[in-house]
């Protein structure tokens, strides 16, 4: 069986969306096994223990104000839940906590491949292509960055695209407000450099984020600050353009019926683009799988984390990274 451990105590909804997503996840997967992090009474009002469910008693910290090297040695949830696959326990954590605090842990007790300098943020993204999607990093691990982190997440990015996008030679493209070489911060414009003259990456150069979702590029790389701005973004707008949609579809009458009759159609491009359908954002660069959900993640999102979580427990995603900066040391 592959075990998931499950913080369920950080969700701005409540408890009741990841008891649901265990449940019906489990009813179509029966070689998975889950480890429920959180308060015991409280879980227990909605699920018993069984052959496929562990509770894991553990306390629930709000004061905001407590480091993360204090926690570190605590029953915190977040904290249990990663230590459960640090003492290989557990496959993979999830949990759609805080996520500077869960950066910080999983840092502290998974650690960083050797070699790598600074995890990030990746989440995978649909694209205007039917059954396209691609992944971009950072989106907000690392307000700060720096050519050789653009470089080393290039490469952790091509591993990535190849096992969960089945693509043998993944386009890789740096973001930037051109394609001239010569623009952008001075980080973006030596690791261009560099990345012209990396071996086993396909690297198409600058990219500019109007053609992301046109899906030119597989992997898409970013500062943490710049690659936030954009992950929010593309929420926003797309949340924005089906109200703008839906109040000019009431309108008019001709609208109306043109709507009811296109509603699959309509349905169907929300399913594409919802990002609940992707679930959560990958921790890369650590020496165990985490997974970050989003802090307000419902039933249907951590459904879409759990098939993520499959993905990655059935490649062997980890070990070829390691492989890349071994070789490198």
């Given amino acids: 069986m592959k075990k998931i451990a499950f913080d369920v105590m950080g969700n701005d909804n409540g408890i009741v969306p990841c008891i649901n997503a265990v449940l019906n996840f489990l009813k179509i997967n029966n070689d998975y096994f889950f480890y429920l992090v959180g308060k015991k009474q409280k ?60 950066l910080s842990l999983t840092t502290l007790i998974l650690n960083r491949i050797n070699g790598v300098k600074r995890s990030a943020f990746m989440p995978i993204f649909p694209t205007i292509q039917k059954n396209k999607k691609f992944i971009m990093m950072d989106v907000g691990a690392n307000i700060l960055t720096t050519k050789e982190m653009i470089v080393q997440w290039a490469k952790i990015g091509n591993i990535f695209s190849k096992k969960f996008l089945n693509i043998l030679n993944p386009k890789i493209g740096v973001l930037n407000i051109g394609i001239e070489d010569k623009k952008g911060h001075e980080f973006q414009i030596e690791a261009n450099k560099i990345l012209k003259k990396t071996k086993n990456i396909n690297y198409v150069g600058f990219i500019e984020p ?44 001709i609208y109306k019926i043109g709507a009811f009759l296109s509603k699959g159609a309509y349905k169907n491009i929300k399913d594409i683009i919802s990002y609940k359908n992707v679930g959560a954002a990958w921790i890369i660069g650590l020496n165990q799988l985490a997974l970050k959900a989003h802090g307000s993640s419902d039933e249907e999102s951590f459904i879409g984390a759990f098939n993520q979580a499959k993905i990655a427990l059935n490649s062997s995603v980890i070990k070829d990274i390691k492989k890349v900066f071994q070789n490198e040391n």
Wanted: zero cysteines; aromatic letters at 6%; a positive charge.
């Fill in 43 to 102: 879980i227990l009002k909605y699920i018993k223990e069984n052959k496929f469910i562990k509770i894991i008693d553990a306390k629930e910290i709000k004061d905001k104000n407590i480091s993360p090297r204090t926690l570190k040695n605590s029953n915190f949830s977040m904290t249990m839940a990663i230590k459960l696959v640090k003492e290989k326990k557990a496959d993979i954590v999830i949990s759609s906590g805080d996520s500077g605090l869960y």
């Fill in 210 to 253: 109007r053609e992301l979702l046109d899906g030119i590029v597989d992997v898409s790389i970013v500062d943490g600050y710049g690659g936030n701005l954009i992950l929010k973004t593309m929420e926003g707008t797309m949340t924005s353009i089906f109200k703008i949609l839906k109040n000019e579809l009431k309108s008019k009458l």
